[in-house]
Each structure stands twice: as structure tokens, then as C-alpha cells.
């Protein structure tokens, strides 16, 4: 294997694996396991840092000089020995890039209930009280139920 099907091999691997954090991320997300994110999370930004460095890699393997124009879409695209690889490696950007918006979409879905919970709560809190020290309702509800007989 050479070089450039090595890097291409690297960085195709590391999307896999990314994808696949995706999608146990959605899972988590849409089931609500919260306490499975900061794991996920960590894993997911270790993948990451690892598909960037296979990236740069495949760049550097591949003798392309960005700054003269040359892509390396052009130059797997155009190897026909590396274009089945390049496909999936295309594929797999893809589909992280989807699968990262519908979860960017339940974050901050989630983020808006959270918001609303927190204004009920500190709304709840700027009343002087809810109940006095006799147990009766107070704060403008004054219906004179205690605890005790509510």
C-alpha cells in the first residue's frame, strides 16, 4: 500500500468511527441518556482530532500544493485506483455532516426546554414565598388551604 492509499485508508477508518459516534450521540440525544454525551463528547472530539490529522496526511502524501490551486478532490477523483476509497471517504463526510445537524437540532431543542424550565424556576423563586410560616398558601393565591388540608 502506498503513501497516499495509507493516508486514504487512515482517514476513511477515522470517519467511520466518527459517523458511528454520531449516531450513538443521536441515539443518546433523542432517548435522553444525558449522563452518555461527556463520554460520547470525549470520544467524538479524539476521532475528530484523528480524521484531521489523517486529512492533513493524505494531503501531504498526496504532493498537492493547495496554495497553487491543486485539489485533492481532482487528483483521487482522477486515480482510478483510489477513486472507490475517495467515494467512501466523500460519503462518509456526508453523512457526518447530517447526521451532526439533526443533532445539533436536538441539542438545542433541548436547550429551549432547559431554558423554559429555568424560567419557571426563577420565576418560582422571585415570589417572596409560596407558602408562609403557617403552612397557609400566600402570594396572591389566598385560598387559605394549609399543607396539611390541601
Known amino acids: 500500500m502506498n503513501p497516499v492509499e495509507q493516508a486514504l485508508e487512515q482517514l476513511r477508518q477515522a470517519l467511520v468511527e466518527f459517523v458511528l459516534l454520531l449516531e450513538r450521540e443521536a441515539s443518546a440525544l433523542t432517548e435522553g441518556r444525558t449522563d452518555d454525551l461527556p463520554a460520547i463528547i470525549a470520544e467524538k472530539t479524539r476521532w475528530s482530532e484523528t480524521a484531521n490529522k489523517a486529512w492533513n496526511h493524505l ?67 422571585s415570589r417572596s414565598a409560596l407558602y408562609g410560616a403557617n403552612g397557609r398558601i400566600v402570594d396572591g393565591f389566598q385560598s387559605g388551604h394549609t399543607l396539611d388540608k390541601a
Open 59 to 125: 494531503v501531504v502524501a498526496s504532493g498537492i500544493d493547495t496554495g497553487k490551486g491543486e485539489s485533492l478532490d481532482a487528483l483521487l477523483s482522477g486515480t482510478p485506483a483510489l477513486q472507490s476509497a475517495w467515494r467512501d471517504v466523500r460519503q462518509l463526510a456526508e453523512q457526518a455532516e447530517r447526521i451532526n445537524l439533526v443533532n445539533s437540532t436536538l441539542i438545542e431543542a433541548q436547550l429551549q426546554r432547559t431554558r423554559q424550565a429555568l424560567d419557571v424556576l426563577q420565576s418560582a423563586a
